[in-house]
Each structure stands twice: as C-alpha cells, then as structure tokens.
C-alpha cells in the first residue's frame, strides 16, 4: 500500500559527500516524522537523523555538524546530506517513516535500504 525508496547511495572516499532520497508513494493522507537509520557490518541498526512534520531534527551525537536531513512534503520525500564522510559512515543506510493512510491507518514503513561506502 505504501511503499518507501531510497536513492543515492554509492561509493565515496573519505572526506567526500553524498545526498540520500527516499520517496515515499501510495495511499497517504499525512506523513508525521521521516527518519534516516543505518546498519554497518557487524553493527546493530541506529538513528541516524529525523525530521517531525513541523520541521524540528534530531541527530546522532556522531553524524551532528556532517549530516543534514530535509524533507519536501509536496513530494513526499525526505533527504540526507552526508558530507565529511568517514569509513565508518559506511552501511546500508534505510529510510523511516510514520505514515497515515486511506483507509484511516497509521504505522510507520521501512525502505529497503541503500548502501554508502566510504573508503579510506
């Protein structure tokens, strides 16, 4: 019903920068917060940045100063500037959303995820 995918993962050398997308589709009347989490090899899945409806963010005390989340309501969308990237910036990076749908549902959706590396 609701689908959720993101863009703009690659491979980037260290110090380099990066932009995530994820567009959000299907039966959406309102879309509250929009997040970005990451899980790296070995690593347990984390919070990296999010953005309520309203437009306040929170971010991760080891991406803060580097990383910018946005979004553009008109398109559903949510982004992640990443820049200063590090090696340990790397992981599948997946989109997060808190959605209400038609009919009257709400639950929060997953993306499949999108794969940063950053090499040294």
């Known amino acids: 019903q609701v689908q959720l995918v993101e863009s703009g993962g690659g491979l980037v050398q260290a110090g380099g920068s990066l932009r995530l997308s994820c567009l959000a589709s299907g039966n959406i009347r309102s879309i509250n917060t929009m997040g970005w989490y990451r899980q790296g090899p070995g690593t347990q899945r984390e919070l990296v940045a999010y953005i309520t409806s309203g437009g306040s963010t929170n971010y991760a005390d080891s991406v803060k100063g580097r990383f910018t989340i946005s979004r553009d309501n008109a398109k559903n969308t949510v982004y992640l500037q990443m820049n200063s990237l590090k090696p340990e910036d790397t992981a599948v990076y997946l989109c997060?959303?808190?959605?209400?749908?038609?009919?009257?549902?709400?639950?929060?959706?997953w993306g499949k995820g999108t794969l940063v590396t950053v090499s040294s």
């Open positions: 997060n959303a808190d959605i209400t749908t038609y009919p009257l549902r709400r639950i929060e959706y």
